[in-house]
């Protein structure tokens, strides 16, 4: 017979019931609500001693939620939940993580296939376990790492949402990375190469490459400046990082300053690099034709060979990536370098780079503008 129980210790009612084998079971009903959580039990009771059909069972929890809440609840498939949760996501990330996370998205609903279409309650971690490391195996464990940690967000929400009681891919374990030993990184440009680079960078990509140089910043980002964001009395570049949302100010160089002098003056809201604003703006806000053009120059500079045509599947994340030791990114690296060498502390170096730890988090680390602008001038100048 159904009755209820509580701990002296929780505030919690357990429903205790019998199932058709006369087995006796107990649910946790997270309801402080007596008189509730005994209907609750009940109901259980009921429905363990049918042989209930899928539908059916999703029909009596279903009842017991709106008997107990007064309310309906909400059901989705797998299929409706990310479509509805991406979407929302569109206005919260840059367009590149925006992929990323679609990306991961569309590897599960495939995955899942006619099972998309069921309710996201169905969804084991022993899938998202399969999804893992058919990902490694395809592309890498990166990725499938970077998966999983969008689905654990995605998964995160539907509990919320009351769509289910718990997050599967919370269950399910990141790999290690382990790199290859001959495996390609990125890595800084010699001073001897940076020279051969600038000697064939023609118009906009000689600013390009100064900014990417001497502040350290994405090329996305560089190719986005527009006029208001640059202090030439002050010296100063603020703008807010498309990738983090950090707002970023960093001292201009001396190199790089000399530059955008020669831009001057420019309107408030003019691209300062108008050709690559265009460009990126052309690729939905990404920069993949900017860093195609940048291999260019590095083949051009004969610091790189040029790539097969056929390795271009515009396929994006749903290909293994082909990781060059050498691309603008590497010029991140430079300015790291730089100033880690020439002993800048390492939480102004991650100020000035945008880069975030659990060592030092911007939140508890505030470094002035003096500061950095003292470590800005430690960089060298190419002669």
């Keep these: ?24 079971l107990k649910r946790s009903s997270k309801l402080t609500d007596r008189n509730k959580a005994f209907l609750m039990a009940q109901k259980f009771e009921a429905a363990y001693k049918m042989k209930l059909t899928e539908a059916q069972a999703r ?24 479509a509805d949760w991406i979407a929302g996501k569109k206005s919260e990330l840059s367009p590149g993580s925006f992929k990323r996370y679609e990306n991961a998205v569309d590897k599960l609903i495939e995955f899942l296939g006619e099972r998309a279409d069921r309710d996201i309650a169905y969804v084991h971690k ?78 906009e990509w000689e600013g390009l490459i100064l900014g990417g140089l001497y502040t350290g910043q994405r090329l996305g980002d560089l190719a986005s400046l527009v006029g208001r964001k640059i202090d030439l009395a002050e010296e100063l570049l603020s703008f807010r990082s ?51 053009q940048f291999h260019d120059l590095l083949v051009r500079a004969e610091l790189v060979n040029a790539r097969p045509k ?31 060498k020439a002993g800048v502390p390492e939480s102004v170096v991650r100020d000035i780079i945008g880069h975030e730890s659990e060592l030092v988090s911007r939140n508890y680390t505030h470094v002035d503008d003096e500061t950095k602008r003292r470590a800005i001038k430690n960089l060298p100048v190419l002669n």
């Design 242 to 292: 498309q990738k983090t949302g950090r707002d970023m100010v960093i001292p201009l160089a001396k190199p790089f300053l000399e530059y955008l002098k020669k831009l001057s003056p420019l309107a408030s809201d003019a691209p300062v690099f108008p050709k690559a604003n265009a460009e990126k703006g052309e690729a939905d806000g990404e920069s993949r034709r900017l860093s195609a």
């Design 126 to 203: 022993r899938d998202l376990a399969e999804l893992r490391d058919k990902t490694a195996t395809g592309l890498s464990a990166s990725t499938a790492n970077t998966d999983l940690k969008i689905l654990r967000t995605a998964f995160r929400q539907a509990v919320v949402d009351g769509l289910r009681l718990d997050n599967p891919a919370a269950a399910v374990r990141t790999l290690e990375d382990r790199k290859k030993a001959d495996a390609t990184e990125r890595r800084p440009f010699t001073e001897r190469e940076l020279k051969k680079l600038l000697s064939v960078a023609e118009g």
């Design 310 to 340: 056929d390795k271009n599947s515009g396929k994006g994340h749903s290909v293994k990536r082909t990781v060059s030791e050498l691309s603008f990114h590497s010029l991140r690296h430079n300015t790291t370098s730089w100033l880690k």
């Design 1 to 24: 017979m159904a009755s209820v129980w509580k701990h002296p210790k929780s505030q919690f009612w357990t429903a205790c019931f019998t199932d058709e084998n006369g087995r006796q």
């Design 59 to 82: 029909k009596v929890v279903s009842d017991i939620y709106e008997q107990i809440h007064g309310e309906q609840l909400y059901h989705a498939t797998s299929r409706k939940f990310f």
